[in-house]
């Protein structure tokens, strides 16, 4: 690699429906929200990577050197702001609004960026990136709502969203 390269490693917490992953992923010079959001990638490489049930999160099952991870089957992830690109000022990020997002087995509340009065006729997968981005976020298992998680940033998947609720 030439001195004019340059590849940035993220940090990320990768939430699925029974495990916690953590480990790094080398995402080029793009933050690690364009890589989850690219749709010519079906996985995402980390390496370092430890697992832990989500039902105890700080005891490690596992350590693997590398990991491949199906974007399809991850819930969210928690990562460092700089890790996420926020759409330009636009129509579409008019407004922060309190968040209240349910998936498989977790709410999550954080502050959204989008339109003023969100239309959902408008605000459509197609129209949007797989990986919704939210800030300050808390993520509660559940099951066992005394396991909880913070993040500045999330980026949460939108096939896994059963709800997605909005307030000012």
Not at 102 to 123: A, K, M, S
């Amino acid at each position: 690699m030439s001195s004019s390269q340059y590849s940035r490693i993220a940090q990320a917490d990768f939430f699925t429906t029974t495990h916690r992953i953590s480990g790094q992923v080398v995402t080029g010079s793009k933050p690690l929200s364009d890589l989850l959001n690219d749709r010519s990638l079906s996985y995402v490489m980390a390496s370092n990577v430890y697992v832990s049930r989500l039902e105890e999160p700080g005891e490690i099952g596992a350590h693997v050197s590398t990991a491949y991870l199906s974007k399809d089957n991850v819930t969210f992830v928690i990562v460092l702001p700089r890790e996420v690109r926020l759409a330009e000022g636009t129509r579409f990020t008019a407004q922060e609004h309190k968040a209240l997002v349910t998936v498989p087995g977790f709410e999550i509340r954080g502050r959204f960026l989008g339109p003023r009065h969100v239309d959902i006729q408008f605000f459509s997968p197609a129209s949007c990136d797989a990986f919704i981005v939210l800030r300050d976020t808390t993520a509660q298992m559940v099951s066992l709502p005394e396991n909880t998680f913070f993040g500045e940033a999330m980026l949460v998947n939108r096939a896994r969203l059963e709800s997605f609720g909005l307030s000012e």
